[in-house]
Nanobody
Framework: QVQLVESGGGSVQTGGSLRLSCAASGYIGTSGCMAWFRQSPGKEREIIARVYLSLGSTLHTPSVQGRFTVSRDSANNILYLQMNTLQPDDTAMYYC?????????????????WGQGTQVTVSS
């Protein structure tokens, strides 16, 4: 069984930085995907960054491109999200997700495993 535990959230001012971590226990495999999603109050949960485990390649959505960077420490099975130049619109609950099957889709239903989330609040 795979368990995901996020950490690193908190409150920062506009322009600040945070680094989120997602520690994974259990076997995810080498062909699936690990991703970061976020959900703001009143909005749907959306994918913002993903890592293709087979190649190590990454993909960021336009809203965070250039400000956020996803990375993975494969030896320790930890997923990171470095967030710079944070804006109030980045305020959300951030979730780590993983799937064993190939591909990194955007749909929530494709991901088998989820963490409990970590709150990020950006004040102006």
């Amino acid at each position: 069984q795979v368990q995901l535990v996020e950490s690193g959230g908190g409150s920062v001012q506009t322009g600040g930085s945070l680094r989120l971590s997602c520690a994974a226990s259990g076997y995810i495999g080498t062909s699936g995907c690990m991703a970061w999603f976020r959900q703001s109050p009143g909005k749907e949960r959306e994918i913002i960054a993903r890592v293709y485990l087979s190649l190590g390649s990454t993909l960021h959505t336009p809203s965070v491109q250039g400000r956020f960077t996803v990375s993975r420490d494969s030896a320790n099975n930890i997923l990171y999200l470095q967030m710079n130049t944070l804006q109030p619109d980045d305020t959300a609950m951030y979730y780590c997700a993983a799937k064993r099957n190939p591909g990194c889709p955007s749909s929530l239903s494709a991901y088998e495993y989820w963490g409990q989330g970590t709150q990020v609040t950006v004040s102006s």
